[in-house]
C-alpha cells in the first residue's frame, strides 16, 4: 500500500503563488510514475506535471512557463511550484504515484484563484 498526503492548497489571487507538496509513504520502493492531476468543477481529471518513468518531466500545455514540478527523494515528496495563477487553474489538485503497476491517488487540495 502506498499512502498520498497533499497539502499547500489554498485562495490565491491571481497573478499569485502557491507551492503544492505531495507526501509519499509505505511501499514506495518501485516508484514508476509520480505527478499532479486537477479536476475542475464540471471537468474531467487532467494531467498538470509528472515525473515520466526515465525521470523526465512531463507538463500540460496550459501550464508550462507557470508551474515547475520538482522532488525531494531523501523526504519522499514530489512538490509543484504554481506561479502566475489564473482563475482557470481553480480546481481540486491530485497527486498520483504509478508503484508496481497500480496507480494511487491522494485525497485531493483545492486551489482557488480569485481576486
Known amino acids: 500500500q502506498v499512502q498520498l498526503v497533499e497539502s499547500g492548497g489554498g485562495l490565491v489571487q491571481p497573478g499569485g503563488s502557491l507551492r503544492l507538496s505531495c507526501a509519499a509513504s509505505g511501499s514506495i520502493f518501485n516508484i514508476y510514475t509520480m505527478g499532479w492531476y486537477r479536476q475542475a468543477p464540471g471537468k474531467q481529471r487532467e494531467l498538470v506535471a509528472a515525473f515520466t518513468s526515465r525521470g523526465s518531466t512531463n507538463y500540460a500545455d496550459s501550464v508550462k512557463g507557470r508551474f515547475t514540478i520538482s522532488r525531494d527523494n531523501a523526504k519522499n515528496t514530489v512538490y509543484l511550484q504554481m506561479n502566475s495563477l489564473k482563475p482557470e487553474d481553480t480546481a481540486v489538485y491530485y497527486c498520483?504515484?504509478?508503484?508496481?503497476?497500480?496507480?494511487?491517488w491522494g485525497q485531493g487540495t483545492q486551489v482557488t484563484v480569485s481576486s
Open positions: 498520483n504515484a504509478v508503484v508496481s503497476g497500480l496507480s494511487y
